[in-house]
C-alpha cells in the first residue's frame, strides 16, 4: 500500500519534528558539558540536496536559519520560502565563484564563505547593486593541506581578508568560519588553532562575533571551541548522498 501524497507529507513533518527535538537536546548538553550559554548558539538548518517541502516542515517546526552551499539550490528554496511568508534567514556556506554572486546577493542574507579578495570585490559590488547588505564572514581553513579543495583563506591571510571586508560598501563582516579537519584525530589541533586565530581577530573586529563552526560530527567540539553558528544537515535531514 502506497501513502497519499498528504500521508507521506506528515509522515516527513513527525520525522523532521523528532530530529529537531534530539538535535536540541544534543545542543543542550554540548552547552551544558562546555559551561556555554545556550542562548549563544544557533542552529542554522542545511537543507542541500533536501526538497523545498523540508524547508517548509522546518519553519513550522520554529526554525528560521536554512543553509545552502550550491547557488542553483540557494535560489530555488528561498525563493519557494519566501513566496510562502517572510521571516527566514539564509545561510551560503558552500565556496562560491564570482561569476555566481548575483545569485547570492539577491537571495542570502549572509555568505559564511568569504576567502578572497576578489570574492570580497564582486559581492560587494553586486550587493550594492542589488540595493542590499549581507553579513559576511571571513572563512579559514584549518587544513593542513592547502588543496583540500573545501576553501578558506590560510590562517596567516586572516587579518588582510577581513580588513578588505571591514572596508566594503555593503558587506558586513560579522565573525569568522572555519570547517574542520575530517580526520577526528586532527580536530583538537585544529579547535586550539581557530581559537587563537579568532582571538586575534576579535581583537581587531570587537563587534564581528559570530563563530560558524560545528556540523553533524563535531558540533560538541565546536560548542567547546566557542562556535555561535552550528552548521547541522545530515544529523537533522537524515542521509544525503555524497556530493558529486
Ligand atoms: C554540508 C555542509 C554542512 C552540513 O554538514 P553535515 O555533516 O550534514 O551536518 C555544514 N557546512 C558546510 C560548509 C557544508 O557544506
Same mark, same amino acid.
Given at each position: 500500500?502506497?501513502?497519499?501524497?498528504?500521508?507521506?507529507?506528515?509522515?516527513?513533518?513527525?520525522?523532521?519534528?523528532?530530529?529537531?527535538?534530539? &538535535?536540541?537536546?544534543?545542543?543542550?548538553?554540548?552547552?551544558?558539558?562546555?559551561?556555554?550559554? %545556550?542562548?549563544?548558539?544557533?542552529?542554522?538548518?542545511?537543507?542541500?540536496?533536501?526538497?523545498?517541502?523540508?524547508?517548509?516542515?522546518?519553519?513550522?517546526?520554529?526554525?528560521?536559519?536554512?543553509?545552502?552551499?550550491?547557488?542553483?539550490?540557494?535560489?530555488?528554496?528561498?525563493?519557494?520560502?519566501?513566496?510562502?511568508?517572510?521571516?527566514?534567514?539564509?545561510?551560503?556556506?558552500?565556496?562560491?565563484?564570482?561569476?555566481?554572486?548575483?545569485?547570492?546577493?539577491?537571495?542570502?542574507?549572509?555568505?559564511?564563505?568569504?576567502?578572497?579578495?576578489?570574492?570580497?570585490?564582486?559581492?560587494?559590488?553586486?550587493?550594492?547593486?542589488?540595493?542590499?547588505?549581507?553579513?559576511?564572514?571571513?572563512?579559514?581553513? &584549518?587544513?593542513?593541506?592547502?588543496?583540500?579543495?573545501?576553501?578558506?583563506?590560510?590562517?596567516?591571510?586572516?587579518?588582510?581578508?577581513?580588513?578588505?571586508?571591514?572596508?566594503?560598501?555593503?558587506?558586513?563582516?560579522?565573525?569568522?568560519?572555519?570547517?574542520?579537519?575530517?580526520? %577526528?584525530?586532527?580536530?583538537?589541533?585544529?579547535?586550539?588553532?581557530?581559537?587563537?586565530?579568532?582571538?586575534?581577530?576579535?581583537?581587531?573586529?570587537?563587534?564581528?562575533?559570530?563563530?560558524?563552526?560545528?556540523?553533524?560530527?563535531? &558540533?560538541?567540539?565546536?560548542?567547546?571551541?566557542?562556535?555561535?553558528?552550528?552548521?547541522?544537515?545530515?544529523?537533522?535531514?537524515?542521509?544525503?548522498?555524497?556530493?558529486?
Amino acid at each position: 500500500m502506497s501513502q497519499t501524497p498528504s500521508e507521506s507529507a506528515a509522515a516527513r513533518h513527525a520525522q523532521l519534528a523528532a530530529a529537531w527535538q534530539r &538535535l536540541q537536546q544534543r545542543v543542550a548538553a554540548a552547552c551544558t558539558a562546555a559551561d556555554v550559554d %545556550p542562548q549563544a548558539v544557533r542552529v542554522i538548518a542545511v537543507t542541500k540536496t533536501f526538497p523545498a517541502a523540508d524547508v517548509a516542515h522546518l519553519r513550522e517546526l520554529g526554525l528560521v536559519d536554512f543553509g545552502e552551499s550550491r547557488v542553483a539550490e540557494l535560489v530555488e528554496k528561498a525563493s519557494a520560502a519566501a513566496a510562502s511568508g517572510p521571516g527566514a534567514t539564509w545561510h551560503f556556506v558552500g565556496q562560491l565563484q564570482t561569476n555566481k554572486v548575483r545569485d547570492v546577493a539577491r537571495w542570502a542574507d549572509v555568505v559564511h564563505s568569504v576567502d578572497r579578495a576578489r570574492l570580497v570585490t564582486a559581492l560587494d559590488r553586486a550587493a550594492t547593486a542589488a540595493g542590499r547588505r549581507i553579513a559576511v564572514l571571513a572563512q579559514v581553513s &584549518l587544513d593542513a593541506d592547502r588543496g583540500s579543495g573545501r576553501g578558506g583563506v590560510p590562517p596567516e591571510e586572516l587579518p588582510e581578508l577581513a580588513a578588505r571586508i571591514a572596508e566594503s560598501k555593503s558587506l558586513d563582516l560579522r565573525g569568522v568560519m572555519a570547517i574542520s579537519p575530517r580526520d %577526528p584525530q586532527q580536530r583538537p589541533a585544529a579547535f586550539d588553532l581557530l581559537t587563537g586565530l579568532v582571538s586575534q581577530f576579535r581583537s581587531n573586529h570587537p563587534a564581528a562575533t559570530w563563530l560558524s563552526a560545528g556540523m553533524s560530527g563535531d &558540533l560538541e567540539e565546536a560548542v567547546a571551541a566557542g562556535a555561535t553558528h552550528l552548521r547541522v544537515g545530515r544529523d537533522l535531514l537524515g542521509y544525503r548522498p555524497p556530493l558529486g
